[in-house]
């Protein structure tokens, strides 16, 4: 177990990022009861809907409260998008066509894009002639030398960021690192379509990607957006005209947005929302306090200790397989569900290597609550993310057996 004194050491050194945390999730708290009150949330807008679900005032309010938000002209917040995967394929899928080209700016896509880019024979963006290119980051930032060369020479219709780290050793993108792209990007003359997979990062600064020039942006809803609540879901939000493609898309041409029911009501979606902001305070700052103490106690961690994060996500390097899965037990053995479960590495669907993953979660495989998870490869990394409490996280802490 981890020496409580020295937890409460690491929790006195971060009280200044704490307080500028803590301001962040107030803007934001104030920003999303705004939108409420200007949509005019009613009881009414928590009741289900079946068959094609016309005339759904909870599903078509959910998504103006969406737009609002993220100060963007159109959105889809929809229980019938199953994944942050699902809502950034009908993403790539909606906007893309045969014989487009789409750059990533920000290296490799997360694991589970990949079959979807690049699979053979299983309708991915190569099947359809659509080609996906890549441009690494530059310690951690962009490259802008060598976007302008990419984008010179292959004229791409989209450019692509993923704002979080995936499974790379790097901290996610800020909203300010961001905004310069987008204006590297305007200014040399690209005019197409600039997407983010914003998977990790809402609500970690004051600003989201939709209002600092970003076209479209995706994610899940059982990541931040859902609070800890919304039980399953995901959402699309960006300008009208790109938003409407991913409808099309995820219904049909002829149809598009205008349908889409859900018999169980959507109060747990419009609540997850609400308490969303102090939701991601609570993982943020047991993010920081988890890379305080373990970097105190040798290990490497990313973000570093006092470095304000950009996601819900800390990484620790274990460099020893057996270190590495043992954490990752630990977290499930500290979990409110299934704490009696032993993980081990499996062939997870969709991943590289064999993956290890704690989640003992109300809502199955929700990163906003308390989890871990790892490929289990050298150099032995383990990707820490969300906590709904930060009592849970310091207790977790507490427990752990290095």
């Known amino acids: 177990m981890i020496d409580e004194k020295l937890i409460e050491t690491c929790e006195t050194e971060l009280a200044e990022e704490f307080k500028i945390l803590e301001k962040i999730a107030f803007f934001n708290q104030e920003k ?7 949509n005019k949330i009613a009881l009414r807008h928590f ?27 159109s959105a889809i917040c929809s229980p019938n998008i199953v994944s942050g995967t699902h809502a950034l394929s009908a993403c790539l899928y909606g906007v893309l066509r045969p014989n487009d080209t789409a750059l990533s700016i920000s290296g490799g896509v997360y694991d589970t894009l990949n079959d979807v880019i690049y699979g053979e024979n299983n309708g991915s963006l190569k099947d359809y002639g659509i080609n996906f290119e890549t441009v690494n980051l530059n310690n951690g930032d962009f490259d802008y030398a060598v976007i302008k060369e990419r984008i010179d020479k292959i004229k791409p219709k989209m450019v692509y960021i993923q704002r979080s780290r995936g499974y790379e050793w790097r901290n996610a993108l800020s909203v300010k690192q961001i905004e310069n792209a987008v204006k590297f990007l305007r200014n040399n003359g690209f ?26 942006a995706a994610g899940s809803l059982i990541k931040n957006m859902g609070g800890g609540i919304a039980p399953t879901g995901g959402y699309v939000v960006g300008d009208k005209k790109y938003v409407d493609m991913v409808a099309n898309r995820l219904t049909a041409p002829s149809i598009g947005g205008e349908v889409g029911s859900y018999m169980f009501g959507y109060q747990y979606f419009y609540q997850g929302l609400f308490i969303a902001p102090h939701t991601v305070l609570q993982a943020l700052k047991g993010a920081m306090l988890f890379s305080s103490v373990l970097n105190k106690l040798g290990y490497k961690v990313s973000p570093a200790p006092h470095e304000l994060p950009h996601d819900i996500i800390t990484m620790i390097e274990f460099g020893d397989r057996e270190k590495l899965i043992s954490f990752i037990q630990t977290i499930q053995q500290n979990s409110p569900v299934d704490s009696n479960v032993q993980v081990l590495p499996w062939e997870m669907p969709g991943y590289n290597d064999p993956v290890i993953m704690a989640a003992g979660c109300f ?3 929700a990163s906003i609550e308390l989890s871990a998870d790892a490929p289990v490869k050298p150099p032995y990394i383990a990707y820490l993310q969300g906590g709904i409490t930060y009592e849970h996280c310091k207790i977790a802490l507490k427990n752990l057996k290095l």
């Open 32 to 38: 999303v009861l705004n939108a409420f009150k200007k």
């Open 191 to 216: 005019d197409g379509c600039i997407m983010l997979d914003n998977c990790y990062g809402e609500f970690t600064e004051i600003k989201e990607p939709t209002e600092i020039g970003v076209n479209l």
């Open 363 to 365: 809502v199955q495989g």
């Open 47 to 73: 009741v289900g809907s079946s068959g094609y679900g016309y005339g759904d005032e909870g599903r078509d309010a959910l998504n103006r409260l969406f737009a609002d938000i993220f100060k963007a002209e």
